[in-house]
C-alpha cells in the first residue's frame, strides 16, 4: 500500500471519527475532508468533480423545492387532521394512521422532509387529545425509515443507489423492496398497537374536541395546491416512465420544481430556495469526494477483494454479510456515507468477476435503511425527529430510542434476510 492510499484512509478515518462524534456539523467536516483529498494530491480536482453525483443531488434539490412549496399549502396538516376523524378520534386508529401517512410520505417525497411535516401536526393532535406524544414519535421514526425504504426517492441511499446503477430504476426498487416493505410496516403496526395499548388513552371530551375541528380550514392556498397536485402528478408519472423515456430522475425531479416554480411565478422562487437544504447537498458533495480518494488509491478494491475472499464469493454468505454489516453499521453511523463508501465495493465485485450483483443492491437498499431504525443516529429523520421534540419538552435520548428502535430493527433484518434469500438466492 502506497503513502497516498494510507494518506487517504486517514483522512477518511479522522472525518468519518469527527461525523459521528456530532461535536462540528457534518456538512463543514465533509467539504474540509474533500478539500484535504483534493489537497494532499490524492485526487485532483477534476477527478473529484467526476466522482461527484449531480443525479443524486439533482433529485434531492429538485424534490425538496417541490415539497418546500407543497407544503405552504397545509396539505400535509389536512391529510393528519382528516385522517385523526376518520380514526374517529380513537388513539390508537391514528397512531395507525399518522404511521401509514408518515411510511406512504416518506416513500415518495422523502424521510425527512415528511417527518419535518408530520411532528408539527403530531404534536397538535396529541395535544388536542391530552395524550403521551412518545409512543407517536418513535413509531413515526420507524415508518419513515421503512416507508423511505420501499422506492428509489424515498432515502438517501436509495436515492444514491439508484443513480450508481442504471438498471435499478423507480420501477425496479418499487417491484423489489415494497412487498416486504409493506410486510415489515404490517408486523410494526401489530407491534405498536401491543405496546402502546395502555399509554395512549384519552378522555371523551378531548376526542369530541378534535372531531370539531375543520380540516379543510387547513388548506390556506386552494390555489397553489391544484398547482401542486398537477406538478406532483406529472413527476410521479416521470418516476414511472423515466427509463423508457431516457430522461435520469434528476432531469424529472428538476424539470417538474422549475415547472411549478414557473406556475406560482417570480415571488415564490426565492422562498422555494430557501427551503432547499443547502446543507445536506454540500454533505453529500464533500461525501463524495471523500470517498473517491479511497476509490482512486485502490482500497476500496482491496477491501472488495477481501471481502469475497473472506465469502469465498458465495451469494448467499456475500449477501447476508452485506445486508447485516449495513444494518449494523447504519444504526450506529449514519447510513449516507456508509452506503457511499459501500457502492463502488459492489462494483468491484463486478470487475472482480462476481456473479449477479442484484441481491447484493438490494441487501445494501434494505440493511442501509432499515438498519436507520437501530438507533438515534442512524439516520437523518431521526435526529430531526429528536430535536423537534426536545423544542416541544419531550426529549428522546439515545437509550430510550435504543430499547425502542433496535429490537424493531433486528426483527425487520431477519424478515428481510429470509425474502433476500428466497427471491434471489434459493
Known amino acids: 500500500m502506497d503513502m497516498q ?14 461525523i459521528v462524534s456530532e461535536k462540528i456539523h457534518r456538512t463543514v467536516l465533509a467539504m474540509i475532508g474533500a478539500a ?20 443524486t443531488l439533482g433529485l434531492l434539490i429538485g424534490m425538496m423545492i417541490i415539497v418546500g412549496v407543497t407544503a405552504d399549502t397545509g396539505l400535509f396538516n389536512y391529510i393528519a387532521i382528516a385522517a385523526a376523524k376518520k380514526a374517529k378520534g380513537v388513539p390508537v386508529r391514528i397512531l395507525f394512521a399518522l404511521v401509514l401517512i408518515t411510511a406512504v410520505g416518506s416513500a415518495f417525497l422523502d424521510n425527512v422532509t415528511t417527518v419535518l411535516l408530520m411532528i408539527p401536526v403530531t404534536f397538535s393532535i396529541t395535544r388536542q387529545l391530552k395524550v403521551n406524544p412518545m409512543p407517536f414519535l ?23 443507489i439508484g443513480s450508481a446503477v442504471e438498471e435499478l430504476t423507480f420501477n425496479a426498487f418499487i417491484a423489489n423492496l415494497a412487498p416486504i416493505v409493506l410486510l415489515i410496516l404490517a408486523v410494526n403496526l401489530a407491534l405498536f398497537a ?4 395502555k399509554s395512549i388513552r384519552t378522555a371523551e371530551e378531548a376526542v ?15 390555489k397553489l395546491l391544484r398547482k401542486c397536485l398537477i406538478v406532483l402528478g406529472l413527476t410521479l408519472a416521470g418516476f414511472f416512465t423515466h427509463q423508457w423515456l431516457h430522461l ?5 425531479a428538476l424539470a417538474a ?4 416554480l414557473l406556475m406560482t411565478g417570480e415571488h415564490a422562487m426565492e422562498r422555494a430556495l430557501q427551503k432547499v437544504e443547502w446543507t445536506t447537498i454540500f454533505f453529500f458533495v464533500g461525501l463524495f469526494v471523500l470517498v473517491s480518494g479511497l476509490v482512486e488509491t485502490g482500497v476500496i478494491s482491496d477491501l472488495a477483494s477481501k471481502a469475497i475472499e473472506w465469502t469465498g464469493g458465495q451469494p448467499v454468505a456475500t449477501s447476508m454479510l452485506i445486508l447485516w454489516l449495513s444494518a449494523i453499521a447504519s444504526a450506529f453511523l449514519d447510513n449516507i456515507p456508509f452506503v457511499a463508501t459501500m457502492i463502488p465495493m459492489i462494483q468491484e465485485f463486478g470487475a472482480l468477476g462476481y456473479g449477479d450483483l442484484e441481491p447484493l443492491w438490494w441487501s445494501l437498499a434494505l440493511g442501509a435503511c432499515l438498519g436507520g431504525n437501530g438507533a438515534l443516529i442512524g439516520a437523518s429523520a431521526n435526529l ?27 426483527l425487520s433484518i431477519a424478515i428481510s434476510s429470509v425474502y433476500v434469500y428466497f427471491r434471489y438466492l434459493a
Do not use: C
Open 5 to 18: 492510499a494510507i494518506w487517504a484512509i486517514v483522512i477518511f478515518l479522522v472525518i468519518y471519527a469527527l
Open 36 to 55: 484535504l483529498m483534493v489537497g494532499f494530491g490524492i485526487v485532483d480536482q477534476e477527478t473529484a468533480i467526476h466522482h461527484i453525483d449531480f443525479n
Open 138 to 160: 418513535l413509531s413515526e421514526i420507524v415508518a419513515s425509515n421503512v416507508g423511505g425504504t420501499a422506492t428509489l426517492i424515498g432515502d438517501p441511499p436509495n436515492i444514491m
Open 194 to 197: 401491543w405496546m402502546f395499548r
Open 208 to 222: 369530541r374536541g378534535l372531531m370539531e375541528m375543520d380540516a379543510g380550514s387547513l388548506i390556506t392556498n386552494a
Open 248 to 252: 435520469e430522475s434528476a432531469t424529472v
Open 257 to 260: 420544481a422549475f415547472l411549478l
Open 384 to 410: 430531526i425527529v429528536a430535536g423537534l421534540a426536545g423544542k416541544e419538552g419531550h426529549p428522546i435520548s439515545f437509550m430510550r430510542y435504543l430499547k425502542f428502535g433496535f429490537p424493531l430493527m433486528i
